[in-house]
């Protein structure tokens, strides 16, 4: 019988991302504070037949068919690098592997997507390998380790919850949680934003701010105290590349929400409501007009194996 293994892993948003200059390693330093969301990309694995390498499969159901069409399916997937780059981590050759990804979150949206396939991967192979190859199973910090190899998001989306992120925004350090819950409506775009692209405007536009000590934010309050925290010193490059992305956000803040905010590089902007009652009144509106609007809450686990 075929070895089978099920994991997950959490959307982010950047509750307060703020960005430094331009650093002669080729990387903006970061200060973020990350909040992981209980949309969960869900990737199951299964052992392929010998000879047969790396096949993956991509679906989806919540976001526009154009996001799952986006994914790529060969080698240049952060799922297929992940399964690479762990084997040899081992010592072993790469298994055959066959990887289905269920994607909820947004392609190229700001939301760590790719990164939170590769975490769940990195959870997945972890087990598979202690299955099949009789390895030793690493800790979450020596799988974050390797994440950080992989892509600047891909760490905080193995530890969840809520956590700053410095250097390029791999460095992890957890916070506790909040003590309320938040609620989320995500409206993605139908087209990607490209993160190098936000960072050349960003560095065209000069823009940016010194950097502030987010640690005390575990102690806010109220949802209102916590959207006048949110800040994104990549919004302004973000609106200028794609200007419907401020008429959104106007349109959301007009609509009820707290606090509306490009999350990330963009373009999803994710919105902060006082209930989960108010996001999902909004999330029927928007839909209606035919913007891609899911809604969500905070503070979820990080990747996991899952049944």
Known sequence: MSTIIRASAPAKVNLVFEVGQLAANGYHPVNSLFLALDLREELTLVKGEPGTGISIYVHGDSIPEAHINAVPTDHSNLVHKTAVLFAKKLGKATPDLQIDIHKRIPVAGGMAGGSADAAAMLVAMNEFMAQEHGTERLSINELAQIGAELGSDVPFCIYGGMALGTGRGEIITPLEDLSFQTNWLLCASNKGLSTPTVFATFDELGSGTAFTDLKDISAV?????????????????????????????????ELGAIRAMVSGSGPTIAALFESEAKAREVSKVLISQGVVALTSKGGAQGSRLDG
């Open 221 to 253: 309050s109220s949802a209102e105290e916590l959207g006048s925290r949110m800040a994104n010193d990549l919004e302004q490059a973000a609106f200028s590349l794609m200007p419907s992305l401020s008429e959104q956000v106007a349109q959301l803040e």
